[in-house]
């Protein structure tokens, strides 16, 4: 682990020209009764590449982000007296701006916030309009569309519930006012920010969002290129929307000229328009959900996200098998998973898999098996589940029977899941959130809005009706869990986790990532590796990922000897070296106050005090 010292030396090198250039710099007037002042450093000063990473030790607060504006922003906002959520206002606008392909104003949210007695899950998840129905993906030969085609344009755009989410975590948590916690992000889409390395790059791999006139005139350049590294990019559209939501909350999002803005892109699509109306933006409401605590390893609780979120199962019944499992000499072998382990690891996989498939959907929808999603995390259950595990590969599993009766539902095919953004925070009054944030793929619906404003810019539409089983139904006709109904909110993988010492009920960690079903492999991997290797957050984020989503056994590419792959593919494994993109954040205690980690694949960032 690095020294204070050392962390600080590379917290400084991030933070220098704000603070040498201090009068030079921009800044916006406070809002009344605030202490919070933004500093604006000039474009590019503050960043952090992909590659290797130190890890950050901090003593009394530290926030973790994808992106080092949005880091930052956080990190001021903390250091002025807010609290966690305030940080995770402040991160999240910021991440609509510099991370657009990921999160932002047209996506949803799982918060998990825990206020040193309480804890509370948030589900600001987007719903399905109204209009929408079961046959919503259904061509007109009764098959679903291609998931390509359904993704791009309106028909996929779910109603958007972060910004009202957060909106009410903020009334029960904030310390700062509402107005100025949105300072950051206009300052930073009126005077701008230089491009990325990564968002150059997704935007160079990106094709339909050619096909939005906002986005091709505001991301590329007239020969269809897109903006260059270092390129100092302006929203002003998005400058005007926070102005309107700094002055007059979430309704400036839902309301008015926003929301019809937002319902004219979506039903006006040329080729794939959707069913959203004012209307749905106007009703979605956030809910307060009751979190999953699970035990593991006799001394932890680990809690985490309900249905819709399918994550926290997933995970703790991975976990819970594998206690079930017999013991392996060495887990990792010269500093990576062993091809032993990976065994049972991604044979529990399936069996959890097989259960998400089967079982997770909405619960305002769909009925727990046997009447409570703990049946699926049981001991007996899956401690009989465990016994399905062999010396060679199963492959793929069917989902078990955690109650008395099998469900009628039919299991959902394996769909493609992308895009998202993870921040941890924990602030000096002793409150931490974990937050997971999205517009699902890459890019979303590849559809943009300005706000009805004119100006150049704006925010990216989620993709996230996707996320349904774009089929009704079974080949038998059975019903799908997580089929598309009006209102309903899509099953998601987002795994949010906060970790708790049962014995004196400190919290220990905060993490999560992005990575579609991946997150929760890569969530896994990282409770594994730091409360059972021994590993901290940041050596547990870089190791290799791993995982199956019931199919081919997945290892992160260039990661893994070659005599770990052919030994798996002894024991029956179809094991496909891929790229495993995670984007982890994690934050946990030590002796000192906190240590946290971001992941070297994308350019996360760590600060504190």
């Given at each position: ?22 009068s ?24 952090a ?20 504006l ?10 002025a007296g ?6 995770a ?53 009764g ?69 939005d006139p906002?986005?091709?005139q ?31 909350g ?22 794939n ?49 594998l ?21 049972y ?22 009925s727990?098996p046997?009447?409570d ?29 955690p ?38 793929a ?49 099953r ?65 590419a ?52």
């Open positions: 682990m690095p020294t204070t010292q050392a962390v600080r030396t590379v917290h400084l090198l991030c933070l220098a020209t704000v603070v040498a250039t201090l030079a710099c921009s800044a916006l007037a406070p809002s009344p009764g605030s202490s919070f002042r933004y500093v604006l450093a000039p474009p590019g000063q503050v960043s590449p992909e590659g290797s990473k130190p890890g950050w030790a901090t003593q009394r607060f530290a926030v973790a982000a994808a992106n080092p949005a880091t930052d922003a956080g990190y001021q906002v903390l250091k807010g609290s966690a959520v305030d940080a206002i402040a991160v999240q606008m910021v991440l609509t701006l510099v991370e657009p392909q990921s999160s932002g104003l047209g996506g949803g949210a799982f918060l998990l916030h825990w206020d040193g007695t309480k804890l509370v899950a948030l589900d600001g998840r987007e719903t399905a309009p109204a209009a929408a129905d079961e046959n919503l993906f259904l061509q007109p030969d098959k679903p569309m291609p998931f390509q085609k359904a993704v791009v344009g309106g028909r996929s755009v779910g109603v958007p519930g972060g910004l009202r989410m957060l909106e009410l975590a903020h009334k029960s948590h904030g310390r700062l006012p509402w107005a100025a916690l949105f300072e950051p992000v206009i300052a930073l889409s009126s005077q701008g920010f230089a491009v990325s390395q990564r968002l150059h790059a997704q935007l160079l791999a990106e094709k339909d969002l050619l096909s906002i986005a091709r505001f991301y590329y350049r007239a020969d269809g290129s897109p903006q260059a590294v270092g390129m100092v990019l302006k929203n002003p559209a998005l400058a005007e929307i926070f102005r309107q939501i700094a002055r007059s979430a309704d400036a999002l839902h309301r008015g000229s926003v929301a019809r803005d937002i319902v004219q892109r979506v039903q006006g699509h040329a080729s328009p959707g069913r959203m109306t004012e209307a749905d933006l106007a009703n979605y409401a956030p809910v307060v959900r009751e979190s999953l605590c699970t035990q593991w390893l006799q001394h932890l609780r680990v809690c985490g996200f309900p249905p819709p979120s399918s994550g926290h199962l997933a995970v703790m019944q991975m976990l819970g098998i206690e079930h499992t017999p013991p392996v000499p060495s887990a990792l072998e010269q500093g990576l998973p062993g091809p032993q382990w990976l065994h690891y991604t044979e529990a996989s399936r069996l959890a898999f097989a259960d998400r498939a089967q079982y997770v959907a909405d619960p305002g929808f769909v727990a046997a009447g999603w703990n049946s699926l995390l049981a001991p007996a259950y899956l401690r009989q589940r465990a016994t399905l595990i062999g010396a060679t590969s199963m492959k793929q599993a069917t989902a078990g029977v109650g008395a009766l099998a469900v009628g539902h039919a299991p959902q095919a394996d769909q493609p899941e992308y895009g998202t953004s993870h921040i941890s925070i924990v602030d000096s009054y002793g409150n931490a959130l974990a937050m997971t944030t999205t517009i699902e890459v890019w979303g619906a590849r559809l943009m809005s300005d706000g009805g404003t004119g100006l150049a810019g704006g925010f990216v539409l989620n993709n996230e009706l996707t996320d349904f089983s774009l089929a009704p139904a079974d080949a038998q006709g059975r019903p799908i869990a997580n089929r598309v109904q009006a209102g309903k909110r899509p998601s993988s987002m795994s949010p986790s906060l970790v708790f010492d049962r014995r004196d009920g400190r919290l220990l960690m905060t993490l999560g990532s992005p990575g579609g079903a991946g997150i929760i492999h890569y969530t896994a991997k990282t409770l594994i590796a730091t409360q059972q290797w021994g590993l901290n957050a940041q050596q547990a984020i870089d190791l290799p990922n791993f995982g199956t989503y019931n199919g081919p056994t997945l290892l992160e260039g990661r893994f000897p070659a005599s770990t792959v052919e030994a798996l593919r002894k024991q029956g494994h179809t094991a496909n070296e891929v790229p495993l993109p995670s984007g982890l954040q994690a934050i946990q205690r030590t002796p000192t106050g906190w240590f946290g980690g971001a992941d070297p694949r994308r350019e996360g960032l760590v600060m504190g005090d």
